[in-house]
């Protein structure tokens, strides 16, 4: 069995819930990601994507070299472990239509990241359920209708 520890990239960058967002989107144009994990003491608190930056900073009209990480990232994280299964992995990713997730240790410490990509390129033997996966992962989400119909007001 293809476990987590066997695909996941180590060595992943976090940065801190007092962090701006700013320095956020500077490290994902330095690293070429996406996702930063935000870590506590080593522990995953939050994750924040470039979409959080948009959606949750900037068309919001907050000043992203004063806004902190916490401002603006999701904290409701799904955490792999090393020892989970692919097959459960990208059941989960599935089920709640996210691509990448923190991989925590015993401890719950951030010890990597696994993506449907590292899946797809280190684990060739899960091509149809990488497929399966993204294709959950990638069915329309419908539209906040109570956003669009407050503004129109």
Excluded: F, W, Y
Excluded at 39 to 55: A, F, P
Excluded at 121 to 133: Q, R
Aim: glycine share 10%; net charge negative; hydrophobic share 40%.
């Amino acid at each position: 069995m293809t476990t987590v520890a066997d695909v996941m990239t180590r060595g992943v960058r976090s940065m801190s819930p007092s962090d701006t967002v700013a320095k956020a989107a500077q490290a994902m144009d330095e690293l070429n990601v996406g996702v930063i994990p935000v870590c506590e003491g080593g522990k995953v608190v939050g994750m924040v994507t470039d979409r959080d930056i948009v959606v949750r900073g900037i068309a919001q009209g907050g000043d992203m070299r004063t806004a902190k990480l916490a401002d603006v990232m999701s904290t409701h994280v799904r955490c792999a472990t090393e020892g989970q299964g692919i097959d459960e992995i990208l059941g989960q990713m599935g089920d709640t239509q996210i691509r990448r997730m923190p991989v925590v240790d015993g401890q719950q410490r951030l010890v990597g990241i696994v993506s449907l990509g590292d899946i797809a390129n280190k684990d060739p033997g899960d091509e149809l359920d990488v497929a399966a996966s993204l294709a959950e992962i990638s069915s329309p989400a419908q539209p906040d209708e109570s956003v669009t119909k407050s503004r129109m007001s």
